[in-house]
């Protein structure tokens, strides 16, 4: 069953091993506790804003390889970018994650995520920081879990 | 019930017990070319096919609505129904049938004792004695009623070893303890409890005792007249009955003063208006159309268990769970949570650097399938100090080939985080 490969690829042990961004921010303008009550997945993003761009984005947390290098590479991936520009980003992301769309040239590494499409238990531990972003950005809640 | 006793069954019984396994359709089948090692039996447990058939010729020869109907049909889906009642009964020794209400499951059970005994037995300050190593279903009813009655929720502590703290629990108990409710076996840690001594200390501080024995009653033969305890819950999909039943015995004189849980037609003699009656036990307490076909086949996975000479099924097991238990220590970095003296099959462990989650869905490419997370023991995962694990569990149908590729799938989680 080849699927694990592609659910497990060499991006993900990375940033599984090493996450990047790993650490709180302190006076951050935006912190927000995200949780996965089915397994346990649990982060903590931390944002500061700078105008309408993302200056700097963190995250703690503990939880599975998926969870972790997913947390990783958003942290990543929306450093610089505009509010609106990662709100675009995180519908791309849960329509990949979710299989309603397939993953093109934009999602660039975050391809690696489409993986989580065939373990449908799974796509939660993918989506964990995503949710946790958007929440930020819209300053819904500070709390959020994946149920 | 003892890890200690380690020495392997005799051959004889080894065979016997392994031809069991070709009465599960289920474990026939292959998963990516793969035969299915089927680890999770603790979460539910396959059907033999004697159960399987019991379903289809009650639902599909013997159905109707059951006590009221004149029609042949319905006589004859009554009598299934309750000649299942009477195997219940039968099968945990309870004085009579009066003392058998069949629910969805164990969680059902307890909500209805905490519900309705609770509900009218609690005041404020009143104490509700649980333990620290209970399943969700065994908290969380006691919790809500609590909250109603002004009742408090005592918990009692847990050993590294995943066993209760006998002297805790003792010290625990107080004139102010109206309940305690207790895990028989440990889901989370297979820690089997010394429920018939603490039955007696419980009831000698005047407490009812509520027992969880949805993971006691597939692994050996419990007597609830032997426990002595008030009431004994119990789920048909964890004893190879399927999913949607299950049954809580009570004892008569308790039920009887109990007021109803759920209302509605069946458990009524009368309905008016102004006021209604209620029917006799244990009908009182099965509000609405029965799950009959469960009951059913709740009965015929009796059957089944009370054909198999049960000390060798538990021999076997035991020498299974040490043949387990020692492939797993021999894995770098992995830890067991749950060594208690006396454990049922299941072994829950965790691996540095790889999370339970992970863990899970790589053997599944194996086609090994375990449980991973909280195992609805949030409490316990707390206080190991986990996030969650990953849980083995056996039944009567696994053998040392399922272990073996359970293994394989770890070294392969092993590799691929290195």
Known sequence: MSDLKELYREVILDHNRSPRNFGEIENADRVVNGVNPL???????YLKLDGDRIG??????????????????????VKGSTIEESLDLFNDVRAMLTGARDPDDRMEKLAVLAGVREFPSRVKCASLAWHALKSALTSDKSEISTE | MSLEARSRPARKVDAEVARLREDFPALAQKIGGKPLAYLDSAA?????????????????MNHANVHRGVHYLAERATAAYEAARDKVAAFVNASSREEIVFTRGTTESINLVAASLGGSLLKAGDEILVSGMEHHSNIVPWQLIAARTGARLVPVPITPAGELDLEAFERALCDKTRIVALTHVSNALGTVNPVRALT???????????????????????????????????????????????????RAALL???????????????????????????????????NVTGAVALGAAIDYLSRLDREAVAAYENGLLAYATDRLLAVPA?????????????????????????????????????RTGHHCAMPVMDFFGVAATARASLALYNNEEDVDRLILGLERARKLFK
């Not at chain 1, 984005?57 to 991936?77: Q, Y």
């Not at chain 2, 096919?49 to 379903?55: E, F, G, K, P, Q």
């Not at chain 2, 999909?237 to 399927?242: D, N, S, V, Y």
């Open chain 1, 39 to 45: 397994c346990g997945d649990k982060m903590t993003l």
């Open chain 1, 56 to 77: 700097d984005a963190r995250f703690e947390g503990t939880g599975c390889a998926i969870s972790i290098a997913s947390s990783s590479l958003m942290t990543e991936r």
């Open chain 2, 44 to 60: 539910s447990a396959q059907c033999p096919r004697s159960v399987l058939d019991a379903i289809f010729e009650q639902q599909g």
């Open chain 2, 200 to 250: 007696e200390k419980a009831q000698a501080a005047g407490a009812l005792v509520v027992l969880d024995g949805a993971q006691a009653v597939p692994h050996f033969p419990v007597d609830v007249r032997d426990i002595g305890c008030d009431f004994y819950a119990f789920s048909g999909h964890k004893m190879f009955a399927g999913t949607g039943i299950g049954a809580l015995y009570g």
């Open chain 2, 256 to 290: 009887d003063r109990m007021p109803p849980y759920q209302g509605g037609g069946e458990m009524i003699l009368t309905v008016a208006f102004d006021s209604s009656t209620y029917n006799v036990l244990p009908y009182k307490f099965e509000a609405g159309t029965p």
């Open chain 2, 334 to 370: 992995l830890r067991i949570i749950g060594t208690a003296r006396a454990k049922v099959g299941v072994a829950s462990f965790v691996i540095d650097g790889i999370h339970a989650h992970d863990l899970g869905t790589i053997v599944n490419d194996e086609s090994v399938a375990i």
